[in-house]
């Protein structure tokens, strides 16, 4: 071996060390990032999940008895921070002011590990059945957190006031 040779074997090695490092760092860096998006997506999931455990068993409370029997019949039933499935809802259910549809409103909004999801229904009670399918949502199920440009930020904003507003005892909806 030459003189000016005798140093380039390690030199060849810190670089393939080198860039094997930088490898590893890029494949880390990935992989926590996508674990980090699936922690995001799962508590997502769960809060949706969750919204519609409460409506659920909103419905089939309220199928229970009759229409003039709800527990909402004089004033609109409110839960606030109540613990489910690791995270928590909170709701609002109301009469609707309609004698011969018997509809009711339905918010629920839940959280779970960061996420949160509101969601609405209005529902029909169809007396004299049994069949939970009859009480379908006639109104829109409105899922608020899946919003995308900047109209549609301002209107969910907006329309995130309702509950807020019905949740505090106000009953205004601004």
């Not at 996508?34 to 919204?51: D, L, M, P, Q, T």
């Not at 009711?104 to 909004?109: F, G, Q, S």
């Not at 899946?146 to 907006?158: M, N, Q, V, Y």
Request: charged share 20%; proline share 3%.
């Amino acid at each position: 071996m030459t003189r000016g040779n005798r140093g380039s074997a390690l030199v060849i090695v810190l670089a393939i060390a080198f860039l094997l490092a930088v490898q590893i760092y890029i494949i880390h860096a990935f992989s926590t990032s996508n674990f980090k998006h699936v922690n995001r997506v799962n508590a997502h999931i769960r809060a949706i999940y969750s919204c519609e455990t409460v409506y659920s068993r909103m419905i089939a409370r309220l199928k229970g008895a009759s229409w003039a029997e709800r527990w909402f019949a004089k004033q609109p039933f409110v839960e606030k921070n109540v613990p489910l499935t690791g995270g928590s809802y909170s709701s609002y259910v109301a009469t609707v002011p309609d004698n011969e549809r018997h509809l009711a409103d339905v918010w629920v909004e839940s959280r779970y590990d960061g996420a949160t999801v509101a969601m609405y229904w209005r529902v029909r009670y169809v007396e004299g059945t049994l069949d939970l399918e009859e009480m379908r949502p006639v109104g829109v199920r409105v899922q608020l957190d899946a919003i995308d440009g900047p109209w549609l930020h301002d209107l969910a904003r907006r329309f995130t006031r309702v509950p807020e507003n019905l949740l505090s005892g106000s009953g205004q909806i601004s």
